[in-house]
């Protein structure tokens, strides 16, 4: 009778021990996010700071303890892209444009929702007659790309034309001085240049006066100085400058007074968060399902959605590959035009 109940006891405690180890978390040192510099980087560094504690607990509830989120800015879009490739970083919050020019190691997750805006156009008067822009309660998986002119002589003589309802010529486009982001810029780069080809044949390495920025932030401080006449941006990039316009690059009048739209794209799918398909912490299959569903019940937060409104997100949803052809098709044309 010893014996069995002995036995007895050693089998409860087995199956208590079975149960606690299986409802032990797993275990992950660390986790590394990197954002790309569409945003002064310390900017994007303070607002997301709150997401590494909001990460570990979302993952936590999932079944992951996280050591340590690390979070850091890429120094340029292709930074981000090569990190994720090299796995070198988990998880990178980058454009559509990036994800598929570095596809091959990375995968896309998750697609940002962000708020419409009170213009939606494809003419650009129509967004100089009813500025300023206003943020709408809608929510869009797309933006768009605005050509903006600035306030030096040329950026005004190209708005007057457009805002007189003159077409605007090549000749006028590339007599300017053009902001331009990294190539892999959706509404820095890809889309103004499909723009300048549908409408004129050519495209932005055609342009004769056509400067890199690291960052909006730069480009639109460019653009108030008169370094440069023309910026492409993505559509409610001037929401985002409003204040500095007047108290970092010393403007006397508001931003919507000293800029116009002189060119409109077509829709861009929204931001992505894509993971490294060779980072170690990537090789768990159960780990990118837990950091996809903490993104989700991140941006259904008021907390989440006040951190990601850095990048203008609202929100997220489950992505796959398809969703991004369209790119795709974008950048195959980008590079077809420039060989």
């Known amino acids: 009778m010893k014996r069995a109940a002995a036995i ?3 089998v409860v405690f087995s199956a208590l021990a079975c149960t606690t180890a299986m409802a032990e978390n797993k275990k992950v040192d660390k986790l590394t996010v990197q954002f790309v510099p569409s945003r002064e980087p310390d900017e994007i560094i303070t607002a997301t700071e709150p997401l ?20 850091s800015v890429g120094t340029s879009f292709d930074a981000v892209g090569q990190a994720l490739v090299s796995g070198t970083v988990d998880i990178g ?26 213009i939606d156009s494809d003419s650009p008067k ?4 009813q500025k300023p822009t206003e943020a709408s309660e809608n929510q869009v998986t797309f933006y768009r790309a605005l050509m903006i002119a600035g306030p030096s002589e040329k950026g005004r ?26 190539s892999t810029s959706p509404a820095g780069y890809i889309y103004p240049s499909l723009w300048l080809s549908e409408h004129y044949g050519h ?19 460019r653009l108030a100085s008169g370094q440069v006449d023309v910026l492409c941006v993505y559509a409610d990039g001037r929401r985002d400058y409003v204040d500095k316009w007047n108290e970092e690059y010393g403007m006397e009048n508001s931003i919507w007074d000293d800029t116009d739209v002189i060119g409109v794209t077509p829709g861009i799918y929204n931001d992505t968060i894509s993971v490294s398909t060779v980072s170690p912490n990537m090789q768990d299959a159960d780990l ?12 259904n937060t008021d907390e989440g959605k006040e951190v990601i409104a850095i990048y203008s997100h609202n929100g997220y949803q489950e992505a ?18 420039g060989e």
């Open 8 to 10: 007895a006891v050693a």
């Open 52 to 71: 590494e504690g909001m990460l570990q607990g979302e993952l936590a509830n999932l079944g992951y303890d996280v050591g340590a989120v690390e979070i």
């Open 93 to 118: 919050v980058i454009p559509g444009g990036t994800y598929v020019l570095y596809d091959d190691g990375c995968e896309v997750i998750l697609t940002a929702t962000r708020n419409g805006l009170s």
């Open 126 to 129: 129509d967004w100089n007659d």
């Open 157 to 182: 003589e190209l708005a007057d034309k457009v805002n007189a309802g003159e077409e605007l010529t090549w000749e006028d486009l590339d007599s300017a001085n053009w902001s331009v982001m990294s």
């Open 203 to 221: 495209n932005i390495t055609e342009l004769s006066h056509a400067a890199l920025s690291d960052s909006y932030g730069t480009a639109f401080a």
């Open 288 to 299: 990118k399902a837990a950091i996809t569903q903490a993104f989700i019940n991140i941006g």
């Open 320 to 337: 796959k590959s398809e969703d991004y052809d369209s790119e795709r098709a974008a950048q195959k044309m980008i590079q077809e035009m």
